[in-house]
């Protein structure tokens, strides 16, 4: 494993759309290892895209306490309400932003091993979930942000 350098703030490779990934193998595996070692080294990071390492691959990594996810080519299939939500980003640091996002989601994705997961999430997590998959396609934080909050 090994610790990947995070993307910040106006790095061309934050703001384009990530190619599926095509096999599920070793290779992705060990991506997604430096992902999730790059996020649990970071101060309060909760997920990671592989875009904001510079890898244009649909990946994301995803941890809020209850064990880490590992998803690949995940879309969203599913959503209901409303949340404001209270948002930072790892390559917006030092910036808290206020954003709606749905208060319900639901996933699709294959895991580490190319099983087929659908996943549902609620409150934090689905603010999670979004944030990602909104990286996957080349939005962030900022394309978001109602408005910019002190903290």
Same mark, same amino acid.
């Given at each position: 494993?090994?610790?990947?350098?995070?993307?910040?703030?106006?790095?061309?490779?934050?703001?384009? %759309?990530?190619?599926?990934?095509?096999?599920?193998?070793?290779?992705?595996?060990?991506?997604?290892?430096?992902?999730?070692?790059?996020?649990?080294?970071?101060?309060?990071?909760?997920?990671?895209?592989?875009?904001?390492? /510079?890898?244009?691959?649909?990946?994301?990594?995803?941890?809020?306490?209850?064990?880490?996810?590992?998803?690949?080519?995940?879309?969203?299939?599913?959503?209901? /309400?409303?949340?404001?939500?209270? !948002?930072?980003?790892?390559?917006? %640091? /030092?910036?808290?932003?206020?954003?709606?996002? %749905?208060?319900?989601?639901?996933?699709?994705?294959?895991?580490?091993?190319?099983?087929?997961?659908?996943? !549902?999430?609620?409150?934090?997590?689905?603010?999670?979930?979004?944030? !990602?998959?909104?990286?996957?396609?080349?939005?962030?934080?900022?394309?978001?942000?109602?408005?910019?909050?002190?903290?």
């Amino acid at each position: 494993m090994a610790l990947r350098e995070l993307r910040l703030f106006d790095d061309r490779a934050l703001h384009l %759309p990530c190619r599926p990934v095509e096999a599920v193998d070793d290779r992705v595996r060990a991506l997604l290892r430096d992902m999730a070692e790059t996020m649990y080294h970071t101060q309060n990071g909760a997920g990671l895209a592989a875009c904001q390492i /510079g890898v244009l691959r649909r990946l994301v990594v995803i941890d809020l306490g209850e064990g880490l996810l590992q998803l690949v080519n995940p879309r969203l299939v599913g959503a209901s /309400g409303e949340q404001l939500c209270l !948002e930072g980003c790892l390559s917006f %640091p /030092g910036r808290w932003a206020s954003t709606v996002r %749905p208060f319900w989601v639901s996933v699709q994705a294959l895991d580490e091993w190319g099983n087929e997961l659908l996943l !549902e999430g609620e409150g934090e997590l689905a603010k999670c979930f979004c944030h !990602e998959l909104d990286h996957l396609d080349g939005i962030s934080l900022p394309d978001r942000a109602l408005e910019w909050i002190e903290v």
